[in-house]
């Protein structure tokens, strides 16, 4: 997905800018304490046999904006492991809204490119960006 985007603005002449630096990036995962990343590989073992099925489910939600949906799909790890949902989620979406004032600060227009998850739930960027006053409309 991020590929799509960069090359369609590469393409157009659009500027391009990062919500976070590679370093940040990589520090998501790569900060993790042992503990938690073999959480993480565990779960992701355990997962179900129909994890194609549930991804199905999920890239539906996605196609469609049903940010609840996205959001139920990923209750899991919020309920077993709250501490890292947070790190991946959450506690980037904090950072970058400082980012994303700047940008639309700027008059330019922007559009704002991540995951889905960061644009679900109670501390999401949707969410975030509604309690300072702006208006947001799902396309």
Do not use: C
């Not at 503990?35 to 073992?45: P, Q």
């Not at 959001?71 to 790190?87: F, M, N, S, T, Y």
Request: charged share 30%; hydrophobic share 40%.
């Amino acid at each position: 997905m991020d590929n799509y985007f960069v090359d369609r603005a590469k393409r157009t002449g659009k500027e391009i800018a990062g919500l976070e630096s590679v370093d940040e990036h990589v520090a998501v995962l790569g900060g993790l304490s042992d503990r938690d990343g073999e959480f993480i590989l565990r779960d992701a073992i355990a997962q179900p046999k129909d994890g194609a099925k549930e991804f199905i489910k999920m890239y539906k939600a996605w196609r469609s904006g049903d940010t609840a949906a996205l959001w139920a799909g990923d209750a899991h790890l919020r309920k077993e492991a709250p501490w890292i949902a947070a790190r991946f989620v959450e506690k980037r979406n904090i950072k970058w809204i400082p980012r994303i004032e700047a940008e639309l600060k700027s008059g330019k227009p922007t559009a704002i490119v991540a995951g889905a998850l960061h644009f679900s739930g109670p501390d999401s960027v949707i969410a975030l960006l509604e309690k300072r006053g702006y208006k947001l409309e799902q396309l």
